[in-house]
């Protein structure tokens, strides 16, 4: 297969060659075969080691560049005709200027290298909810990822035919130098372009740049949501599976919660959890008038640390074979780990920069050497994790019952609340915040607001993006439920007073229960919060005071945070809709009743 039918992708494939040079120009069809020769050819140019293939069949290592760890917000870009249309929350150049930059990092970069042209589906291959995008790539190990990550090949070919539309995703690693290094998205021309960085989040570039930053830009013009959200089925004990959607920033649990295993007091009821996505959402409302989801990925690419049979056991399941790992420790026998994995310490190893490795090491400044990095990760296949849902690959989707926002906060939020209706639910989304932890840059303690978790993703002015949000709400029949939760509330001493992981389930329980007009609640100025017996606690050794202070709702701290919000809501002028506006003054008075 040397090209496709499609003379706009062959056209552009030449012109994109053109200007970086490539020795050769390689098709990804999908197969077995072509991806073994792939893996072969990387490890023999030392682009990935080949991990001990009979503890972990399939599995390969790979280090980035020390300087190309995680993704650059700084760098990243939305690149539109107009400023306004960027809006105050992202970083923002011209179309023009920002080719003419990038051209020139890409001219002749690919010269010795071979250009993979990786023909993907965001979503189930020919389903109405998905998208197609091309990437061109001079690394391999993007094309191992996008493989996992995605559905490619030749399949997404045949569904593009001779004048399918697609998104054009140029990729090239160049010198991986910081100051050369660019992630540009171009709305306006359904176009990304990544060079100088090797690193995932910068460069599967079907993940966040096109699922989201360029997925909310389409669609908001055509009418559906491209969210930052795990999807996840609730199967009760008569066998009905309600689906909800759940949106946190990092740090929060997001795949924790999509993968969860019930406390064995609900597990006796017979709860079972069904895992769609742990990270987007593409949400459209059909015909019934309900908000239907895919998720458009088809893996996971998980952080390592902290990942472990306790915390999350099928996401250790889910990576056991077939799997890609980045940055964490290599141990002398062939396999990895990493800190908070399981197993016991390695003795010795090799870290992610490619060191020589003991526990207890220190760095000239005295600090302790990691043997794997903080944001060292994991590729692995969907279709590995034990709980994942049978539906994944339905092209209609899954009904979504529920949408819930969370955050960490120590003192403010309860562990659950209810919004009063559609309007305030966009509202506390849009209100949506975390406090620091020690190991996130900044103040510890600083209070971070991130809209929906999607400060960092949003492809357009966040003000319409708010709009769409409450006119989406407007069109449907039956929107699902708008609920906020805090796994995170602190005691006085900084302990954490709920258990969290498994026990999620409890709350989760009680979710499903108000979207069927069921399930105890006192109203209160933020919204519905259960009443003290409304989870179902059994098996918890937890006392009723504790309780007491989880859905305590304290008016003189939300004062304060009302404070808070009307200066982050200042960013967006007069972009902000009016109906957030009405939100933000009806919990003033509520507050103050």
């Avoid at 001079?138 to 399949?155: F, H, K, P």
């Avoid at 055509?222 to 004990?237: C, T």
Wanted: charged share 25%; hydrophobic share 35%.
């Amino acid at each position: 297969m040397t090209q496709s039918k499609n003379k706009k992708l062959n056209a552009w494939v030449k012109k994109c060659a053109e200007l970086c040079k490539p020795d050769k120009i390689v098709w990804i069809d999908g197969s077995e075969k072509q991806k073994h020769q792939l893996e072969k050819e990387a490890c023999k140019a030392g682009e990935i080691i080949e991990l001990n293939q009979k503890q972990m069949p399939g599995c390969f290592y790979h280090r980035t560049a020390l300087n190309d760890v995680a993704r650059t917000e700084k760098l990243t870009l939305i690149c539109t005709s107009k400023k306004r249309d960027a809006g105050p929350t992202n970083h923002w150049m011209l179309p023009k200027d920002a080719y003419a930059k990038a051209r020139a990092i890409f001219k002749g970069s690919m010269k010795g290298h071979t250009m993979y042209v990786i023909p993907f589906s965001m979503g189930p291959v020919g389903s109405p909810f998905s998208k197609i995008g091309v990437e061109l790539t001079d690394s391999i190990y993007v094309v191992l990822n996008m493989l996992i990550m995605t559905r490619a090949g030749q399949e997404v070919l045949d569904v593009l035919g001779k004048d399918g539309e697609f998104t054009k995703c140029l990729h090239g690693k160049a010198d991986l130098d910081i100051d050369k290094r660019w992630i540009m998205h171009f709305p306006e021309d359904n176009t990304i372009w990544s060079v100088g960085s090797g690193y995932g989040g910068n460069v599967l570039l079907g993940k966040k740049c096109l699922s989201l930053r360029i997925g909310s830009y389409l669609a908001a013009k055509e009418n559906w949501m491209a969210e930052h959200m795990l999807i996840m089925g609730i199967e009760d004990p008569y066998g009905n599976i309600e689906y909800i959607a759940a949106a946190f920033p990092s740090a929060c649990g997001k795949t924790n919660l999509a993968m969860l295993v019930p406390p064995d007091g609900l597990k006796a009821k017979g709860y079972r959890i069904w895992t769609v996505g742990d990270d987007i959402a593409w949400m459209k409302m059909d015909v019934d008038g309900r908000l239907w989801a895919v998720n458009p990925e088809n893996g996971f690419f998980g952080v390592a640390p902290g990942t472990n049979s306790k915390t999350n056991p099928n996401a250790v399941a889910s990576v056991k074979k077939n799997s890609i790992f980045t940055n964490v420790l290599l141990k002398k026998d062939g396999t990895v780990w990493w800190e908070g994995g399981d197993g016991d310490i390695p003795e010795e190893g090799t870290d992610w920069k490619g060191n020589a490795w003991r526990p207890g090491m220190l760095d000239e400044e005295g600090k302790m050497v990691h043997g794997a990095h903080p944001n060292a990760r994991f590729t692995a296949p969907l279709k590995q994790c034990p709980t994942v849902s049978n539906r994944v690959n339905q092209p209609h989707g899954v009904p979504i019952s529920a949408i819930i926002f969370g955050g960490r906060r120590a003192r403010l939020a309860p562990l659950v609340f209810e919004s009063l209706n559609w309007q305030h639910g966009v509202y506390v989304g849009a209100t949506m915040a975390s406090e620091r932890t020690a190991a996130q840059y900044g103040k510890q303690g600083e209070i971070r607001r991130d809209p929906m978790a999607m400060l960092p993703f949003c492809g357009y002015n966040m003000g319409d993006y708010f709009k769409h949000w409450l006119k989406m709400g407007k069109k449907m029949k039956q929107a699902p439920k708008i609920f906020h939760v805090n796994w995170f509330k602190q005691d006085k001493d900084g302990n954490f007073i709920w258990p969290g992981f498994g026990d999620n389930l409890r709350v989760l329980e009680w979710v499903i229960a108000r979207c069927k007009g069921k399930g105890k609640a006192k109203k209160t100025p933020i919204g519905y919060v259960p009443t003290a017996d409304a989870l179902d606690l059994t098996g918890l050794d937890i006392d009723p005071k504790t309780m007491q202070q989880l859905l305590h709702v304290d008016k003189k701290e939300w004062k304060k945070e009302l404070e808070n919000i009307g200066e982050f809501f200042k960013k967006f002028g007069k972009d902000l809709p009016k109906e957030i506006k009405e939100e933000y003054n009806a919990l003033q008075r509520r507050i103050e009743q």
